[in-house]
């Protein structure tokens, strides 16, 4: 933790370690953050739809297993269904993963194919969308975009 740093949210991943401050005030504790646009999933990677064959698989692949963050089994028509899992988060890809650095073409590829890992039952993607929205909104202010 960072001297006078009060964490409310941290969240690790191979590119970078967050953490966010009482006042909404997030710091990558190993590098700055240098994009110049704000994160936004629908224009930079396309629609929230993991329909395509990596997707598809991944949701297959997963099916009757445990989640691999809270351990209940995935299944399809439940709030456990498999959902295909981005590491890293899209939009930690985005702001420090090289993503900002990419053409939207090349961002939509990787959302699709290379980004995707494995699968995460859909409340536990929840839990993570609404974590990486903190995240995401704590980054735009700290770049005043």
């Given at each position: 933790?960072?001297?006078?740093?009060?964490?409310?949210?941290a969240?690790?991943?191979?590119?970078?370690?967050?953490?966010?401050?009482?006042s909404?005030?997030?710091?990558?504790?190993?590098?700055?953050?240098?994009?110049?646009?704000?994160?936004?999933?629908?224009?930079?990677?396309?629609?929230?739809?993991?329909?395509?064959?990596?997707?598809?698989?991944?949701?297959?692949e997963?099916?009757?297993?445990?989640?691999?963050?809270?351990?209940?089994?995935?299944?399809?028509?439940?709030?456990?269904?498999p959902?295909?899992?981005?590491?890293?988060?899209?939009?930690?890809?985005?702001?420090?993963g090289?993503?900002?650095?990419?053409?939207?073409?090349?961002?939509?590829?990787?959302?699709?194919?290379?980004?995707?890992?494995?699968?995460?039952?859909?409340?536990?993607?929840r839990?993570?969308?609404?974590?990486?929205?903190?995240?995401?909104?704590?980054?735009?202010?700290?770049?005043?975009?």
């Amino acid at each position: 933790m960072v001297a006078g740093f009060t964490s409310i949210l941290a969240h690790n991943c191979d590119v970078a370690r967050f953490e966010v401050d009482s006042s909404g005030v997030a710091a990558d504790l190993e590098n700055p953050v240098t994009a110049t646009e704000a994160y936004n999933r629908a224009r930079h990677y396309g629609g929230t739809q993991t329909n395509g064959p990596v997707g598809r698989a991944a949701r297959a692949e997963s099916e009757g297993r445990p989640c691999p963050d809270c351990g209940t089994t995935m299944e399809t028509g439940t709030d456990h269904a498999p959902a295909p899992e981005h590491d890293p988060p899209l939009v930690l890809h985005y702001y420090r993963g090289g993503g900002s650095e990419m053409t939207n073409a090349e961002r939509r590829a990787y959302a699709r194919n290379d980004g995707i890992n494995g699968a995460t039952c859909q409340a536990c993607q929840r839990s993570q969308g609404a974590e990486m929205a903190k995240v995401s909104k704590a980054i735009k202010r700290n770049l005043g975009l």
